[in-house]
DNA sequence: TCTGTCTCCTGAGAGC
DNA sequence: TGCTCTCAGGAGACAG
């Protein structure tokens, strides 16, 4: 599921597929739950435009139009972005590939859960927005308009301090691994890299936020950016449909600690990691190592 | 204001 | 083998 390394790692992919080339058509399906925009107006608004820069806001992309506005992209859990070019089992489901001959596994062609598809003028490759569970949200920015959804943000995870972890759990009822979650108080990290960024901090996903100390804020903040830099380095964590615009997957899942090894030995005691939930999500903990 | 629950969606995997 | 059921998760809406 991509969280802030897998859109960071999207981003950086593509800007070569996108950036400069004037957009010559953009096909849609149907106005569906991913579009917070009507698709007809998303259409008019991107065809004939140039994508000049990609920006990056949390789990947001922000895709910077030569007119001045902006079309924003959320992957959600199954969103993915990639360019024609780019050939993964991932761009297909288990089931889709299985009634396909060998030789056309690898190779994409749009399907029904391919929402967008981007043509441009040059003879380069056309990108495709794919989300099977149609979690992603696609919507319009005009210049100088502030979206709420982008407005709630907090801190971008990768600048996230102990003292902004701290100063924003007192009194605060919650789970600690909530309020991870929670984009407004910490922009940009998910499931995976919470449990991660808690085990490496020795820090409990169930502990009542409040009872955070200052030094376990701090750990803890040191700990989210360092998972999440270690992670846009590996390439992000290919675990479920996760793929880079270039088709390449990620290598973070190999370096987990934590996330979905319930039962298998901790890397640095050998207790095995167990799995509880925690405000509603699955939260993956060693029982000896973090308190 | 904070917290918990529900909702959206669909493929994968377990169980029968 | 095939069917049914449960689970996974991001984030907004809503109720208490």
Avoid: W
Avoid at 93 to 110: D, G, H, I, N
Avoid at 266 to 283: D, H, M, N
């Amino acid at each position: 599921m991509p969280e802030l390394p897998e859109v960071e790692v999207t981003r950086r992919s593509l800007l070569p597929f996108l950036v400069g080339r004037p957009v010559a058509r953009v096909k849609t399906t149907r106005p569906s739950y991913v579009f917070v925009t009507p698709p007809d107006r998303i259409r008019k608004a991107l065809q004939g435009r140039t994508v000049q820069d990609i920006d990056r806001l949390g789990k947001y992309l922000l895709l910077r139009l030569d007119d001045g506005n902006s079309f924003v992209i959320h992957l959600g859990m199954t969103g993915q972005l990639f360019s024609a070019m780019a050939t993964s089992p991932r761009l297909l489901s288990a089931t889709a590939r299985s009634s396909l001959p060998p030789e056309e596994q690898l190779r994409f062609k749009p399907d029904p859960h391919t929402h967008m598809v981007f043509s441009f003028d040059d003879e380069g490759p056309d990108v495709y927005f794919r989300d099977v569970r149609k979690f992603g949200k696609l919507f319009l920015l005009a210049q100088d308009e502030v979206h709420p959804r982008l407005e709630r943000l907090g801190l971008d995870a990768l600048e996230v301090t102990g003292e902004h972890l701290f100063a924003s759990s007192r009194k605060r009822k919650t789970p600690i691994k909530a309020l991870l979650l929670d984009q407004a108080v910490v922009a940009g990290v998910g499931n995976i890299y919470a449990d991660e960024a808690l085990f490496l901090s020795g820090v409990r996903p169930g502990r009542r936020a409040a009872r955070i100390t200052r030094a376990e804020s701090k750990r803890l903040s040191d700990a989210i950016r360092q998972v999440l830099q270690r992670s846009i380095e590996t390439g992000g964590s290919s675990i479920s449909d996760y793929v880079a615009p270039d088709g390449q997957d990620g290598a973070y899942q190999d370096e987990r600690h934590v996330y979905a090894r319930k039962g298998e030995p901790c890397k640095r005691c050998g207790a095995a990691i167990v799995r509880r939930v925690v405000a509603q999500r699955s939260a993956h903990y060693c029982p000896q190592c973090q308190k």
